[in-house]
């Protein structure tokens, strides 16, 4: 481990615990500046398993690398499944992709360790503060350092709740590809969520759905039905998607929460590839700055983390429609031919906002939900 240019009273200056995009930003950022940085990963391999779906868009990406070598296919089409009747909707304006997020963890913890950091494989950080000072404890070692940023994933998520197990399989298909993205809304199944499907390759896709293998291959299998697909996985993920919310409290002067650790993820869909890799671009550099007490103000206050708050009341209001509610909703936005642009598909407040501030379209909405639920959603964004 390199121990040059460390302050006498710390093994390193900056730990980081977890190589995914929010802590390989977050170190790439702090030993560009100067820092000493250790990452410690808990999995052998830098984004392996692989428990994503990896849709994103391209104004999203660009926040995090200009290496577009990470995109595998761009998406223009999906069709949205509610009560047995699909909705095809175009995704030309949505700068929607399919990214290969193992190469892009890879790439991201190539330029950490560039930029100067040192990385542990295969070893769980604990992390404990012990008579003031942060002590991270990695293979049996402690380690003291000035800042601990933690962007250790779901295990390390301070809330209870707010967590959910899903699973997502590989599938082999048998008679062709759709080169869309399907979503699948089945509230008796799926309550909290919905069910998906990304093409990957020819041949293959990624299905998947909250719950445990059984209840998710059940919901694969209707998937694929309705795309008129059929096929056989040949991998099986399973991993906690964390839809509580962000978590700040627990941030300080020296330690901060980001990524999934810290419920920087879309409440609405457990995604958080965009929204964790600013955070980590945030608190690296507000550690180069030693100035991470800043960082509730600069990523919730002033940057993306407004817009996870919003997510989580416009998640309150999906939870509380039922199927044939949704069904007219979407229905609305088929005939008005309404769809993801920009970074929309990243940033869903923008696009709850979009559909609010046309006036004849929220009227058409208003028809669809409970005027309380509409006006509850109007006081979010003009408020």
Not at 340 to 356: R, T
Request: net charge positive; proline share 3%.
């Amino acid at each position: 481990m390199n121990l040059c240019n460390v302050a006498p009273s710390y093994n390193y200056e900056v730990i980081v615990i977890g190589a995914g995009p929010a802590g390989s930003l977050a170190a790439a950022e702090a030993a560009r500046a100067g820092k000493s940085v250790l990452i410690v990963e808990k999995d052998t391999e830098v984004g392996i398993p692989e428990h994503c779906g990896g849709l994103v868009s391209t104004s999203g990406l660009k926040n995090l690398i200009d290496d577009y070598s990470v995109i595998k296919k761009k998406i223009d089409k999906g069709v949205l499944i509610v009560k047995g009747r699909s909705f095809d909707f175009s995704f030309k304006k949505s700068n929607l992709v399919e990214i290969d997020r193992q190469l892009l963890d890879k790439k991201l913890a190539s330029l950490a360790i560039k930029e100067g950091s040192d990385i542990v494989l295969g070893s769980y950080a604990f992390y404990k503060k012990e008579n003031n000072v942060n002590l991270v404890y990695v293979k049996g070692k402690k380690l003291s350092a000035k800042y601990v940023i933690n962007a250790g994933g779901n295990a390390h998520y301070p809330k209870k709740e707010g967590k959910i197990l899903a699973t997502q399989f590989l599938f082999a298909l048998k008679n062709g590809n759709y080169d869309g993205v399907a979503i699948y809304i089945n509230k008796e199944l799926m309550p909290q969520m919905f069910g998906w499907y990304i093409p990957y390759d020819e041949g293959l896709a990624k299905v998947g759905a909250p719950g445990s293998a059984d209840v998710a291959l059940l919901v694969a299998k209707k998937i694929l039905n309705n795309l008129n697909l059929n096929g056989e996985p040949i991998k099986i993920m399973s991993s906690y998607l964390i839809n509580g919310g962000p978590v700040f409290k627990n941030n300080t002067n020296d330690y901060a929460l980001i990524g999934d650790a810290g419920g920087q993820t879309k409440p609405t869909t457990g995604g958080g590839i965009i929204f964790g890799g600013i955070g980590g671009k945030i608190a690296g550099k507000l550690v180069a700055e030693d100035a991470l007490g800043k960082y509730n103000e600069e990523y919730y206050e002033r940057g993306p983390g407004k817009d996870l708050i919003n997510q989580v009341k416009i998640k309150d209001v999906y939870d509380a429609l039922n199927d044939s509610a949704i069904y007219k909703i979407v229905e609305v936005l088929h005939k008005n031919d309404v769809s993801f642009s920009g970074d929309e598909f990243d940033f869903h407040s923008k696009f709850i906002k979009k559909i609010l501030g046309d006036p004849l379209l929220a009227l058409k909405v208003a028809e669809a939900i409970p005027s309380v639920v509409l006006s509850y959603l109007k006081s979010l964004f003009f408020s």
